[in-house]
Nanobody
Framework: QVQLVESGGGLVQAGGSLRLSCAASGRTFNSYAMAWFRQAPGKEREFVAFISGSGGSTAYADSVKGRFTISRDNAKNTMYLQMNSLKPEDTAVYYC?????????????WGQGTQVTVSS
């Protein structure tokens, strides 16, 4: 069982920056692919960014490409999302998720979410 805990959310003005963290339990953190998702009020949860177990492969939603950077520190069992040039439309609850590298289906483990609010 993997437990994920997000932190780092808050209120920021448009154009500002935030860094989210996702701390994972367990001793095989690098055996899990990780991702960030977000859900805005009244909208479905959407993919934000992905990172492979080693951190060597990443992918981003078009809406955040060039502004957000996903990374991970396997020695600290932690994943990050650096968010720059934030826009009001980035306002959402941000969730981290993980699944074993061998898995092909949906993500197995989810955090409780952290609120990000961007004011105009």
């Amino acid at each position: 069982q993997v437990q994920l805990v997000e932190s780092g959310g808050g209120l920021v003005q448009a154009g500002g920056s935030l860094r989210l963290s996702c701390a994972a339990s367990g001793r095989t953190f690098n055996s899990y692919a990780m991702a960030w998702f977000r859900q805005a009020p009244g909208k479905e949860r959407e993919f934000v960014a992905f990172i492979s177990g080693s951190g060597g492969s990443t992918a981003y939603a078009d809406s955040v490409k060039g502004r957000f950077t996903i990374s991970r520190d396997n020695a600290k069992n932690t994943m990050y999302l650096q968010m720059n040039s934030l826009k009001p439309e980035d306002t959402a609850v941000y969730y981290c998720a993980s699944k074993p590298l061998s898995a092909r289906g949906p993500y197995d483990y989810w955090g409780q979410g952290t609120q990000v609010t961007v004011s105009s």
